[in-house]
């Protein structure tokens, strides 16, 4: 009898929450990546945010840097940017370009 109540509590504990409640674990938050390949210095908050890794305020300080500084010569110019590391540099390269002809492959 303890067996078969010890049982019938592991299954329920394996299936999850029921319906209508929530469950334990936060989600996180899917990230999208943009449809298309963007212009580092054309490109807005807006833009900047839709790169995987790249929140709100980090879009903030790519824009005010650019504004400060004058157009990026290289994608690699988004490195001297505090938050923009080499790790989240590779992961957001491949959605990047500087000017207007797309980046070669």
């Known amino acids: 009898m303890t ?4 049982l019938a509590i592991l299954l329920m504990v394996q299936a999850g929450p029921l319906r209508g409640e929530t ?3 936060q989600v996180r938050k899917e990230e999208t990546a943009p449809v298309s390949v963007i212009d580092v210095n054309q490109a ?10 790249i929140g709100p305020k980090l879009a903030r300080r790519i824009v005010a840097y ?13 490195l001297v940017i505090r938050g923009i590391g ?3 540099w590779r992961r ?3 959605f990047l370009r500087v000017g207007s002809e797309p980046a070669k492959k």
């Open 3 to 6: 067996s078969l109540l010890l």
């Open 23 to 25: 469950p334990t674990k």
């Open 44 to 53: 807005t908050e807006a833009d900047f945010v839709r790169l995987p890794g």
């Open 66 to 78: 650019r504004e400060k500084h004058g157009p990026f010569r290289r994608v690699e110019d988004l």
């Open 86 to 88: 080499h790790k989240k």
């Open 92 to 94: 957001i390269r491949p």
